[in-house]
C-alpha cells in the first residue's frame, strides 16, 4: 500500500487546479482588498521578484512569500492604530501583513511524492506552491501567479485529504477507528465567553487563521454555542472589523452569519463606534460595502462537530463536506472535549504508512 501511495506525485494532485492569483509584497493592503473581493479565492498569494535582474536579461527569481486573506485586513484593521484611520492604513504595504502566521507556504517541485508533501505539511507548510502547465494565452495575466513565464496552483491540506479518502480502503485498519483511540483529540483550543466582547477575542482570531482552525463560543458553564470561524470571516469584508470592535462575541456570530447583518445591526455597529470616537471607521468603513461580499458563498457559524466516538472516515468526511480543516469534539453534557484538524489526520494517516514500509 505504501508503494502504490508513494508513486503518485504532486503534480497528480493539482490536475484542475487553478492558478493562484498574486499581487507583489510592495502592493497596498487596499489593492489587496479589492482583488480578494472581486475574487471567489479566499487567499491571495504574495510573491517577491527581483525585477532589476529581468533587466539585466538574467532570469527572474520570483518566490511566493506569503499568502493574505480578508481575515488578516479584518484583524490588522482591529489593531488600535489602525482602526482610527482606515484608510491610511489601508494604503500601507501589503508586506505588514506577512509577518502572520497564515503565511506558511513551501514551492516544491511537481516531481515531489505525496509522502513528500505530507511530510511537509506536517512539519508546518499549510500551502505548497506547485508550477503547472501554462495557460497564459487563455487567460488574463493579471488575474495569475505568472512568474518567469510560468503559473503555479495551491496545494492544502484538503487537497491531500480528499486524495487520501478516495483510497480510503488501503487504510481500512484504522479509518473505521474512534478518534479517541487514534489518540487525534487535541484538548487545547481556542475560545471566548458568548457576552465577552468580540475585541478580546482578536488574538484568537488571528491565531486560528494560522493554526486553520477556530475560535469555539461557549456559555458560562462552557457549552458550545458556535463559532468565530476565519471561514466565515473571510465571506464578509472589512466591516466585519467595526463589527468586531464594537460587538459582543455572540453577537458577532449573528453579524457575520450566512446573510449578513440586519439594518438594525448595522446601525447599532454605527453608534458603537461613534461612541468609541471611532468616526474614521464609520465614514471610511461603515459606508463603503455590505458585510457579505457579492460573488462569495457565505457559511453559517454554526459549529461542525463530532463525538469520541466517531471514526476516522466520518469525521474526514464531515470536514471535508463542509469544507472546514477541523471539527469540534462534543462531549455528552454539550461541553467541548476538544478539536481533530486535518493536521491531526495527516499525522496518524503518515504513521500508518510508516508502518507498512
Known amino acids: 500500500m505504501a508503494i502504490s501511495l508513494?508513486?503518485?506525485q504532486v503534480a497528480d494532485l493539482c490536475l484542475?487546479?487553478?492558478p493562484l492569483l498574486s499581487l507583489s509584497s510592495s502592493a497596498t493592503i487596499a489593492t489587496a482588498l479589492a482583488a480578494l473581493k472581486s475574487s471567489d479565492d479566499t487567499f491571495i498569494s504574495v510573491w517577491s521578484c527581483d525585477h532589476h535582474s529581468a533587466k539585466r536579461n538574467l532570469e527572474c527569481d520570483c518566490v511566493c512569500?506569503?499568502?493574505v486573506c480578508i481575515v488578516d485586513i479584518i484583524c490588522y484593521l482591529c489593531k488600535k492604530e489602525n482602526a482610527s484611520s482606515p484608510a491610511l492604513s489601508l494604503n500601507q504595504p501589503l508586506s505588514l501583513l506577512l509577518s502572520h502566521a497564515s503565511s506558511q507556504v513551501t514551492h516544491v517541485d511537481p516531481s515531489a511524492s505525496l509522502l513528500e508533501a505530507i511530510d511537509l505539511m506536517i512539519e508546518g507548510a499549510q500551502n505548497l506552491v506547485v508550477p503547472i502547465r501554462s495557460s497564459i494565452s487563455r487567460r488574463k495575466r493579471s488575474s495569475t501567479a505568472?512568474?518567469?513565464g510560468q503559473e503555479f496552483c495551491r496545494l492544502t491540506q484538503?487537497?491531500?485529504l480528499r486524495f487520501l479518502l478516495s483510497s480510503i480502503g488501503l487504510f481500512s485498519p484504522i479509518a473505521p477507528l474512534p478518534i479517541e483511540t487514534?489518540?487525534?483529540?487535541t484538548t487545547e483550543f481556542l475560545s471566548v465567553e458568548y457576552n465577552r466582547p468580540a475585541s478580546s477575542?482578536?488574538?484568537?482570531i488571528s491565531r486560528s487563521l494560522a493554526d486553520q482552525t477556530s475560535v469555539a463560543v461557549v456559555d458560562d458553564e462552557g457549552s458550545l454555542i458556535g463559532e468565530i470561524s476565519p471561514l466565515t470571516l473571510s465571506c464578509c469584508d472589512e466591516t466585519a472589523a467595526a463589527a468586531i470592535l464594537t460587538l459582543s462575541a455572540g453577537d458577532l456570530m449573528a453579524y457575520i452569519d450566512c446573510g449578513g447583518p440586519t439594518e438594525e445591526m448595522v446601525r447599532v455597529v454605527e453608534d458603537k463606534l461613534k461612541e468609541k470616537k471611532l468616526k474614521g471607521m464609520v465614514k471610511e468603513i461603515m459606508g463603503t460595502t455590505n458585510a457579505s461580499s457579492p460573488g462569495r458563498m457565505a457559511r453559517r457559524a454554526e459549529a461542525v462537530v463530532c463525538h469520541r466516538g466517531s471514526s476516522l472516515v466520518a469525521v474526514m468526511i464531515q470536514a471535508i463536506t463542509c469544507r472546514v480543516n477541523y471539527v469540534w469534539v462534543?462531549?455528552?453534557d454539550c461541553s467541548i472535549g476538544g478539536i481533530v484538524t486535518f493536521a491531526n489526520m495527516l499525522h496518524v494517516f503518515r504513521e500508518h504508512l510508516d508502518s507498512l514500509i
Open 201 to 204: 477575542a482578536i488574538g484568537s
Open 6 to 8: 508513494s508513486a503518485y
Open 16 to 18: 484542475g487546479k487553478p
Open 65 to 67: 512569500v506569503g499568502k
Open 146 to 148: 505568472i512568474h518567469n
Open 182 to 185: 487514534l489518540g487525534i483529540i
Open 330 to 332: 462534543m462531549e455528552d
Open 158 to 160: 484538503e487537497d491531500v
